[in-house]
């Protein structure tokens, strides 16, 4: 297993202003991934952090608004860009070893834009 | 593209009752398919999986049944505990374990 650890847990954040959220594993991983969880809506998949390489992002999300870094096979971050109240909902950082195993998720950040 | 529809909460329950969350999936090709739960506070956790058809996967007392014929993945269990309130999220996979597409969740409510 995994223990992650992500920061900070939960935010109010202004309009227009941007917020880094931090992903810590206390292992090496191979795969690392960030969801949004809106209100009353499903985990969904924003992007693939690669390690050394730009993240590859899903459909609907974008790097100038999602801009994910991951520099070692430990850690990641994700930035939200120039909040809007939209933004408001749960980041997961979400981490597996192997294909074929589970994957592993951190507490979540609940960010409230206002 | 792929997706998940499970039962809307929240679902409120008596200890000792018998549980049932339907969760019904939409996808291409062969998915493995994931209960996860998320206890208050924590993050989510695997509860159990289940890779083909007719699978069978279970964990601390719930089952749920790899259901290709009705591509369903209902999540079961006899007897609830107070211990069992969470919210309960259904999910599959089509390429690899950790990326996933997730239904919204149903919280589950049991009282003593």
Known sequence: SAVISQKPSRDICQRGTSLTIQCQVDSQVTMMFWYRQQPGQSLTLIATANQGSEATYESGFVIDKFPISRPNLTFSTLTVSNMSPEDSSIYLCSVGTDRNTEAFFGQGTRLTVV | ?112
């Open chain 2, 1 to 112: 593209g792929d997706s998940v529809t499970q039962m809307e909460g929240p679902v409120t329950l008596s200890e000792e009752a018998c549980l049932t969350i339907n969760c019904t999936y939409t996808a291409t090709g062969y998915p493995s398919l994931f209960w996860y739960v998320q206890y208050p506070g924590e993050g989510l956790q695997l509860l159990l999986k289940a890779t083909k058809a007719d699978d069978k996967g279970s964990n601390k007392g719930f089952e749920a049944t790899y259901r290709k014929e009705t591509t369903s993945f209902h999540l079961e269990k006899g007897s609830v505990q107070v211990s069992d309130s969470a919210v309960y999220f259904c999910a599959l996979s089509s390429g690899g374990f950790q990326k996933l597409v997730f239904g919204t969740g149903t919280r589950l409510l049991v009282s003593p």
